[in-house]
Protein backbone atom coordinates (compact mmCIF):
# COMPACT_ATOMS: atom_id res chain seq x y z
CA UNK A 1 0.00 0.00 0.00
CA UNK A 2 1.51 3.19 -1.03
CA UNK A 3 1.02 6.46 1.04
CA UNK A 4 1.74 9.74 0.66
CA UNK A 5 2.84 11.61 3.75
CA UNK A 6 0.44 13.84 5.27
CA UNK A 7 -2.87 12.79 3.02
CA UNK A 8 -3.49 9.34 4.74
CA UNK A 9 -5.01 9.27 8.22
CA UNK A 10 -5.93 5.51 7.84
CA UNK A 11 -3.66 3.84 10.44
CA UNK A 12 -1.74 1.23 9.29
CA UNK A 13 -3.27 -2.88 9.92
CA UNK A 14 -0.99 -5.75 10.07
CA UNK A 15 -2.47 -6.61 6.75
CA UNK A 16 -0.80 -3.77 5.24
CA UNK A 17 2.25 -4.58 6.21
CA UNK A 18 2.12 -8.11 5.17
CA UNK A 19 1.24 -6.45 1.45
CA UNK A 20 3.92 -4.23 1.49
CA UNK A 21 6.59 -6.95 2.92
CA UNK A 22 6.74 -9.01 0.03
CA UNK A 23 9.26 -12.50 0.42
CA UNK A 24 12.31 -12.92 -1.35
CA UNK A 25 10.63 -15.35 -3.65
CA UNK A 26 7.65 -12.97 -4.49
CA UNK A 27 10.85 -10.21 -5.69
CA UNK A 28 12.31 -12.71 -8.05
CA UNK A 29 11.56 -11.99 -11.88
CA UNK A 30 11.11 -14.79 -13.90
CA UNK A 31 13.96 -14.63 -16.27
CA UNK A 32 15.68 -17.54 -16.25
CA UNK A 33 18.19 -16.45 -14.04
CA UNK A 34 15.74 -16.21 -11.27
CA UNK A 35 13.98 -19.50 -12.49
CA UNK A 36 17.18 -21.51 -10.91
CA UNK A 37 17.32 -19.10 -8.00
CA UNK A 38 13.53 -19.66 -7.17
CA UNK A 39 14.14 -23.52 -8.00
CA UNK A 40 17.58 -23.54 -5.40
CA UNK A 41 15.60 -21.37 -2.94
CA UNK A 42 13.19 -24.11 -2.95
CA UNK A 43 15.61 -27.04 -2.98
CA UNK A 44 16.97 -25.62 0.25
CA UNK A 45 13.61 -26.14 2.15
CA UNK A 46 13.07 -29.66 0.63
CA UNK A 47 12.24 -32.72 2.62
CA UNK A 48 11.86 -36.34 1.83
CA UNK A 49 13.92 -39.03 0.12
CA UNK A 50 15.24 -37.17 -3.02
CA UNK A 51 15.53 -33.88 -1.37
CA UNK A 52 19.27 -34.20 -1.08
CA UNK A 53 19.40 -34.98 -5.06
CA UNK A 54 17.24 -32.31 -5.70
CA UNK A 55 19.76 -29.89 -3.84
CA UNK A 56 22.89 -30.96 -6.01
CA UNK A 57 20.85 -30.73 -8.94
CA UNK A 58 20.00 -26.56 -7.90
CA UNK A 59 22.88 -26.10 -6.60
CA UNK A 60 24.62 -27.31 -9.87
CA UNK A 61 22.31 -25.16 -11.99
CA UNK A 62 23.08 -22.27 -9.97
CA UNK A 63 26.79 -22.19 -10.23
CA UNK A 64 26.25 -22.73 -14.14
CA UNK A 65 24.57 -19.21 -14.10
CA UNK A 66 26.38 -17.52 -11.47
CA UNK A 67 27.00 -13.77 -12.92
CA UNK A 68 23.31 -13.45 -13.92
CA UNK A 69 22.10 -15.45 -10.94
CA UNK A 70 23.88 -12.72 -8.49
CA UNK A 71 22.46 -10.01 -10.06
CA UNK A 72 18.93 -11.54 -9.59
CA UNK A 73 20.08 -11.81 -5.89
CA UNK A 74 21.16 -8.64 -5.39
CA UNK A 75 17.59 -7.35 -6.89
CA UNK A 76 15.55 -9.86 -4.31
CA UNK A 77 17.64 -8.40 -1.44
CA UNK A 78 17.13 -4.86 -2.03
CA UNK A 79 13.67 -5.36 -2.31
CA UNK A 80 13.10 -7.70 0.54
CA UNK A 81 12.15 -6.48 4.32
CA UNK A 82 14.98 -5.44 6.54
CA UNK A 83 13.04 -8.03 9.23
CA UNK A 84 11.86 -11.00 6.39
CA UNK A 85 15.27 -12.74 8.28
CA UNK A 86 14.32 -16.16 6.37
CA UNK A 87 14.65 -14.84 3.06
CA UNK A 88 17.74 -12.53 3.80
CA UNK A 89 19.12 -15.58 5.36
CA UNK A 90 18.28 -17.77 2.27
CA UNK A 91 19.44 -15.45 -0.24
CA UNK A 92 22.67 -15.08 1.46
CA UNK A 93 23.14 -18.56 1.76
CA UNK A 94 22.50 -18.85 -2.06
CA UNK A 95 24.92 -15.87 -2.93
CA UNK A 96 27.50 -18.28 -1.02
CA UNK A 97 26.76 -21.27 -2.61
CA UNK A 98 27.60 -19.89 -6.24
CA UNK A 99 31.36 -20.10 -5.49
CA UNK A 100 31.78 -17.21 -7.46
CA UNK A 101 33.98 -13.76 -7.64
CA UNK A 102 30.90 -12.34 -8.72
CA UNK A 103 29.11 -12.85 -5.75
CA UNK A 104 32.25 -11.06 -3.65
CA UNK A 105 31.14 -7.93 -3.85
CA UNK A 106 27.46 -8.73 -2.41
CA UNK A 107 29.23 -10.52 0.11
CA UNK A 108 31.54 -8.44 1.22
CA UNK A 109 29.21 -5.14 1.49
CA UNK A 110 26.38 -7.07 3.97
CA UNK A 111 29.51 -7.84 6.15
CA UNK A 112 30.99 -4.50 6.09
CA UNK A 113 27.38 -3.11 6.94
CA UNK A 114 27.14 -2.27 10.26
CA UNK A 115 25.04 -4.06 12.38
CA UNK A 116 21.89 -1.92 13.14
CA UNK A 117 20.87 -1.13 17.19
CA UNK A 118 19.02 -3.89 18.90
CA UNK A 119 15.09 -3.06 17.53
CA UNK A 120 13.54 -6.08 19.93
CA UNK A 121 11.65 -5.57 23.34
CA UNK A 122 12.73 -9.30 24.63
CA UNK A 123 16.56 -9.52 23.09
CA UNK A 124 16.53 -12.69 24.71
CA UNK A 125 13.65 -14.21 22.90
CA UNK A 126 14.32 -12.67 20.19
CA UNK A 127 17.13 -10.32 18.71
CA UNK A 128 17.12 -8.26 15.68
CA UNK A 129 21.14 -7.92 16.22
CA UNK A 130 21.47 -11.73 16.56
CA UNK A 131 19.53 -12.37 13.35
CA UNK A 132 21.98 -9.81 11.46
CA UNK A 133 25.01 -11.27 12.83
CA UNK A 134 23.96 -14.68 11.53
CA UNK A 135 23.92 -13.16 8.21
CA UNK A 136 26.84 -11.77 8.36
CA UNK A 137 28.80 -14.97 9.41
CA UNK A 138 26.97 -16.80 6.37
CA UNK A 139 28.63 -14.35 4.17
CA UNK A 140 31.72 -14.65 6.05
CA UNK A 141 31.43 -18.54 4.92
CA UNK A 142 30.59 -17.74 1.50
CA UNK A 143 33.66 -16.06 0.95
CA UNK A 144 35.78 -18.66 2.56
CA UNK A 145 34.36 -20.95 0.15
CA UNK A 146 35.67 -18.90 -2.74
CA UNK A 147 38.74 -18.73 -1.21
CA UNK A 148 38.71 -22.70 -1.37
CA UNK A 149 37.81 -22.14 -5.11
CA UNK A 150 41.67 -20.17 -5.26
CA UNK A 151 40.20 -16.47 -5.23
CA UNK A 152 42.72 -14.43 -3.67
CA UNK A 153 40.99 -11.56 -3.77
CA UNK A 154 38.25 -13.38 -1.50
CA UNK A 155 41.59 -13.96 0.93
CA UNK A 156 42.57 -10.24 0.95
CA UNK A 157 38.78 -9.89 2.34
CA UNK A 158 38.66 -12.27 4.89
CA UNK A 159 41.77 -10.14 6.69
CA UNK A 160 39.19 -7.32 5.90
CA UNK A 161 36.89 -8.69 8.01
CA UNK A 162 39.25 -9.02 11.12
CA UNK A 163 37.88 -5.58 11.58
CA UNK A 164 34.51 -5.64 11.41
CA UNK A 165 33.33 -4.62 15.02
CA UNK A 166 31.58 -7.53 15.81
CA UNK A 167 32.99 -10.81 18.20
CA UNK A 168 31.19 -13.86 16.01
CA UNK A 169 31.88 -11.57 12.76
CA UNK A 170 35.98 -11.60 13.92
CA UNK A 171 35.52 -15.18 15.02
CA UNK A 172 34.28 -16.32 11.79
CA UNK A 173 37.09 -15.19 9.77
CA UNK A 174 39.86 -16.00 11.76
CA UNK A 175 38.37 -19.42 11.76
CA UNK A 176 38.26 -19.07 8.14
CA UNK A 177 41.12 -17.67 7.19
CA UNK A 178 43.25 -20.54 9.66
CA UNK A 179 41.01 -23.20 7.91
CA UNK A 180 42.29 -22.25 4.30
CA UNK A 181 46.15 -21.27 5.25
CA UNK A 182 47.00 -22.27 9.17
CA UNK A 183 51.14 -21.34 9.06
CA UNK A 184 52.83 -19.08 10.74
CA UNK A 185 52.78 -16.29 8.63
CA UNK A 186 48.99 -16.11 8.55
CA UNK A 187 48.95 -16.33 12.11
CA UNK A 188 51.28 -13.13 12.26
CA UNK A 189 49.08 -11.25 10.11
CA UNK A 190 45.99 -12.17 11.63
CA UNK A 191 46.95 -11.04 15.32
CA UNK A 192 48.33 -7.59 13.93
CA UNK A 193 45.36 -7.13 12.36
CA UNK A 194 43.16 -8.25 15.34
CA UNK A 195 42.23 -5.36 18.22
CA UNK A 196 44.33 -6.60 20.93
CA UNK A 197 41.28 -7.91 23.33
CA UNK A 198 40.30 -10.30 20.46
CA UNK A 199 44.16 -12.15 19.93
CA UNK A 200 42.38 -15.28 21.85
CA UNK A 201 40.39 -15.82 18.44
CA UNK A 202 43.44 -17.61 17.21
CA UNK A 203 43.77 -20.49 19.44
CA UNK A 204 39.87 -21.17 19.59
CA UNK A 205 39.08 -24.34 17.04
CA UNK A 206 36.31 -26.34 16.91
CA UNK A 207 36.57 -28.93 18.59
CA UNK A 208 35.65 -32.76 16.86
CA UNK A 209 33.15 -35.01 18.53
CA UNK A 210 35.63 -37.52 20.20
CA UNK A 211 37.00 -34.76 21.83
CA UNK A 212 33.99 -33.06 23.80
CA UNK A 213 34.55 -34.58 27.31
CA UNK A 214 31.71 -37.32 28.08
CA UNK A 215 30.05 -37.24 31.13
CA UNK A 216 30.47 -40.73 32.98
CA UNK A 217 27.23 -40.55 35.35
CA UNK A 218 24.50 -37.65 33.96
CA UNK A 219 22.47 -38.43 37.28
CA UNK A 220 25.08 -38.30 40.03
CA UNK A 221 24.36 -34.75 40.79
CA UNK A 222 20.87 -35.23 40.42
CA UNK A 223 18.31 -35.56 44.06
CA UNK A 224 16.72 -38.99 44.32
CA UNK A 225 13.68 -37.27 43.49
CA UNK A 226 14.78 -35.86 40.27
CA UNK A 227 16.68 -39.75 39.85
CA UNK A 228 12.30 -41.09 39.94
CA UNK A 229 11.14 -38.36 37.58
CA UNK A 230 13.48 -39.37 34.99
CA UNK A 231 13.32 -43.46 35.75
CA UNK A 232 10.19 -45.06 33.47
CA UNK A 233 9.53 -47.48 35.89
CA UNK A 234 8.69 -44.94 38.79
CA UNK A 235 5.19 -44.06 38.56
CA UNK A 236 4.42 -40.02 38.51
CA UNK A 237 4.21 -38.21 41.40
CA UNK A 238 2.16 -35.30 42.90
CA UNK A 239 3.97 -31.82 44.04
CA UNK A 240 3.70 -33.35 47.32
CA UNK A 241 5.65 -36.10 46.50
CA UNK A 242 2.62 -38.78 46.77
CA UNK A 243 1.86 -41.14 43.83
CA UNK A 244 -0.29 -39.71 41.36
CA UNK A 245 -2.84 -42.22 41.49
CA UNK A 246 -3.17 -41.65 45.26
CA UNK A 247 -5.07 -38.65 43.82
CA UNK A 248 -7.72 -40.58 42.46
CA UNK A 249 -8.23 -42.62 45.84
CA UNK A 250 -8.56 -39.04 47.82
CA UNK A 251 -11.68 -37.76 49.56
CA UNK A 252 -11.57 -34.84 47.07
CA UNK A 253 -11.78 -37.09 44.18
CA UNK A 254 -14.56 -38.93 45.13
CA UNK A 255 -16.55 -36.15 45.80
Not at 102 to 110: C, G
Not at 117 to 134: G, Q
Not at 154 to 177: D, G, H, N, T
Request: charged share 35%; aromatic share 4%.
Amino acid sequence: MTRESGRDETPPTESDSLESSPSAQDLIGDSPAGVVLQNFLEAIEGAGDEAEDAYERAQEELRRNAPDVTIEIARAMRGCDEEDYPSRWALTYAAGRLQSDSALPLLRSLILTPIPPEKSNDPHSFSTAAEETVLRTTAVDGVRDLVEQGSREAREALFEFLSVPSLSVRRAAVQAILRVGDDRGTRDRVLDLLPAESRFLVDLRPLAPDEVPQVDDPESDLSERARERGDPESPPRMPDGRPRDEEDRSPRSTQ
